[in-house]
């Protein structure tokens, strides 16, 4: 009996704890004392004691579904790596951005008639001639050609002899234009019979200008331009010293030869002259132009290397826009389709003239200068004429603003004068300043200026 009254306290006392459980849950989902709403004193009074709340209706929102992407796993290409330096996430997604909106232009077929440009030289030269065959992959009369030594000079001969082989790329190659930069490799001593020139001594400057006169004479002896371009600066500051020595030797040897020096150090330095490694590219934006090695150039150092030789080069081939310029003017039309100098007020087109003609529009005076012997003055009577051939003034004309004599009278100045008295004949007279004065209370006073003065006749008066 005892057992059986145990066993049903035990089963009151569970079913008392699992009531307390639901009542806890369902009291954790009710809504809050606050929103619930209030019991007024008539519903407590008279509407009974329960009132029903109503609830907003409760929007379940269902969670977003992942979507399922399929991932495809790219074949690499084992000689990629290889071939393309590494660099950091970002660039690599904005290289391949730039690389997928750019629009590469395949390089127009070279005409039989295309002259040759040969490229000779150092590393240096290699980049050079990378840049400027991207240069001119457009125009069908250039072509170049490198034949460069990544570790030539002027000083190791034993290397290789610039001045001896370049005679016979020449006659291979036949260009009409040799573009020659060195001195990358050259920060060295001269080793000749035993001995060793430091660099930079009296000795080694004149064994190395002998070698540099003797390169520069062979491409002129071979019927070849000549143009060579200048070292770059480099990161060490003691090699660019050494540059800055170099290019004053390349300089001396190839205006002497007859050639011409292109200087791009103002290219790759900051506005003190010092070395920088980035900097405006072609299209004005800052790029990286030198490698971190502080020696070699990037893509956009090489092209930037380029354009400033394209220019003197495609001026001594005489395919640049002044030649062509200059070109035109005698095939506009001939002298006797040109105006007459009456027709000139009249013409609306004239001939194209060069902006490298000294005279321009025919003629060697400045405006309104004496007219040179020989030649027959001008008849043309126009206002135009008066103005732009003559130089003189145009007539004023009343009530315009350089219509000075208003008020009818004579000039300012008269230039007559004696007994050295200053008389001004014009807008007023002696007369009318005394009667003013006169006029003002002021004491008349006559000197021997005055009396002067009155003796002289008065062109105004008849």
Request: net charge neutral; hydrophobic share 40%.
């Amino acid at each position: 009996m005892a057992d059986t009254i145990h066993a049903r306290a035990s089963r009151a006392f569970l079913s008392a704890i699992l009531a307390l459980c639901v009542v806890g849950a369902e009291a954790s989902h009710a809504p809050s004392a606050e929103a619930q709403q209030r019991r007024g004193l008539l519903d407590m009074l008279f509407g009974g004691g329960r009132t029903e709340t109503r609830q907003p209706p409760q929007r379940v929102e269902q969670p977003p579904q992942r979507r399922q992407v399929k991932k495809v796993r790219k074949a690499r290409n084992p000689g990629a790596s290889a071939q393309r330096p590494k660099a950091g996430k970002a660039l690599a997604a904005a290289g391949g951005a730039a690389a997928a909106a750019a629009v590469t232009t395949a390089p127009v077929e070279k005409s039989e008639t295309a002259r040759t440009v040969l490229v000779v030289g150092d590393f240096m030269a290699g980049s050079l001639a990378k840049g400027l065959e991207e240069a001119v992959s457009q125009n069908r009369e250039i072509r170049v050609v490198s034949k460069v030594d990544g570790s030539s000079g002027l000083v190791r001969e034993d290397h290789f002899n610039w001045p001896s082989e370049i005679g016979k790329t020449i006659a291979e190659t036949k260009p009409a234009v040799v573009v020659v930069m060195l001195g990358a490799n050259d920060r060295q001593a001269i080793r000749e019979a035993g001995s060793s020139l430091a660099l930079r001594t009296a000795e080694w400057s004149d064994r190395y200008t002998a070698r540099v006169e003797a390169l520069a004479s062979a491409v002129r002896a071979a019927g070849a331009s000549l143009v060579w371009v200048g070292a770059l600066p480099f990161d060490v500051d003691r090699a660019s010293e050494d540059m800055v020595y170099f290019n004053d030797l390349y300089r001396t040897a190839a205006l002497k030869a007859g050639g011409e020096f292109v200087d791009v150090w103002g290219g790759f330095t900051d506005a003190n002259g010092a070395f920088v490694a980035s900097g405006p590219d072609m299209a004005g934006q800052t790029a990286r132009l030198r490698n971190s090695d502080g020696i070699t150039l990037t893509g956009a150092g090489s092209d930037k290397l380029a354009y400033f030789v394209e220019k003197p080069v495609t001026r001594i081939l005489g395919l640049s826009v002044d030649d062509l310029v200059a070109s035109l003017g005698s095939q506009q039309m001939s002298a006797a389709d040109l105006p007459s100098a009456g027709d000139l007020a009249s013409a609306t087109t004239t001939p194209p003239v060069s902006f490298s003609d000294p005279s321009l529009d025919g003629g060697d005076n400045l405006l309104g200068g004496a007219v040179a012997p020989g030649v027959k003055p001008h008849g043309d009577a126009s206002p135009r004429a008066k103005l732009v051939v003559a130089g003189a003034p145009m007539d004023p004309t009343e009530g315009r603003a350089d219509h000075f004599n208003w008020t009818g009278r004579s000039g300012a100045v008269s230039p007559t004068t004696q007994g050295n008295a200053i008389v001004f004949r014009g807008s007023t007279t002696l007369d009318e300043l005394r009667r003013q004065a006169k006029d003002a209370g002021a004491p008349e006073t006559e000197g021997a200026a005055d009396a002067a003065a009155r003796s002289l006749p008065d062109p105004t008066r008849p």
